[in-house]
C-alpha cells in the first residue's frame, strides 16, 4: 500500500513541483496540499497521512510550531521539512520539534524520494548538501541536551519567539497582527516583553540579535 503524503507549503508552483517528483515512485501518493498551518491541520486530522511535508516559512505560524501541533493531533505521521533555510538553528529546532528529516528546497529534485524512502524505514534523514562542518555540529548538537542556542531566547514564551522570527524579518506589527488574528497593541506588548527579556534596546538591535543566533541569514542585514 501506498505511502500517504501532506504537502505544507504556501507556494503553490513548488508544491506542484514536489507533486511531480513524488509521482515518479508509486510507493508514495500525494492526498492533500496546504498553503498555511491552519489548512495543514484541518487536512492532517481529517486525512491522517503518513508523511507530512512542511515549510518552515508559512504566512500564518512557523512550521516549526506547526510540526509540534500536528504531532500532538496525529502522532503517527512523519515529519520532513522542506525549506530554503540552511542555519543550523533551522535544522536543529526542527528536529528537536520532531521532524524526522530536513530537505533543502533547492535539492528537493534530486534527494526528496531518498528523504521518504529514508523515514518510511524509520531512519533520519539530514541534506547531503550541507557542508560536513555543518553535519557535525548537528551531530554533535543532537548529542546534547535539547537546548536552544542561545539561553536568552530559550526563556521567551513560544509566542514570543513566533513574533521574533517576524519582527527580525523587518514586518510590523499591523503585517504580524493579521498573521497571528492577535491586536496590533497585543503584538507590540509582546515586541516590548521581547526586548525587555533579551536586554535589547529596539528593533535594530532586535534583528541583529536574531542574525547572531541564526534566526535570519547575516545577508538580510547588507
Known sequence: MSKKILIVDDHPFFR?????IISRDDTFVVIGEAGNA????????????DITLIDISL????GIELIKEILRLVPKTTIIVVSMHSKIYYIKEAI????RGYVIKDSATDILLQALEAVSRGQYFLDSS??????????????????????????????QQEIIRFLAQGL????????????????????????????????VELIQYAARIGLIEMDFLK
Do not use: C, M
Not at 506542484?16 to 511531480?20: P, Q
Not at 503584538?187 to 527579556?197: A, F, G, Q, T, V
Open 16 to 20: 506542484e513541483g514536489l507533486k511531480t
Open 38 to 49: 491552519r489548512e495543514a491541520l484541518l487536512l492532517a486530522q481529517k486525512l491522517k497521512p
Open 59 to 62: 504566512p500564518d505560524t512557523s
Open 96 to 99: 528537536q520539534a520532531g521532524a
Open 130 to 159: 550541507l557542508s560536513e562542518e555543518l553535519a557535525g555540529q548537528l551531530l554533535h548538537s543532537f548529542g546534547q541536551d535539547k537546548d536552544i542556542i542561545d539561553s536568552k531566547y530559550s526563556a521567551l514564551t513560544s509566542r
Open 172 to 203: 510590523t506589527a499591523k503585517q504580524i497582527s493579521g498573521r497571528l488574528n492577535l491586536s496590533p497593541k497585543t503584538i507590540e506588548n509582546h515586541r516590548h516583553n521581547i526586548l525587555h527579556k533579551l536586554h535589547l534596546h529596539n528593533t
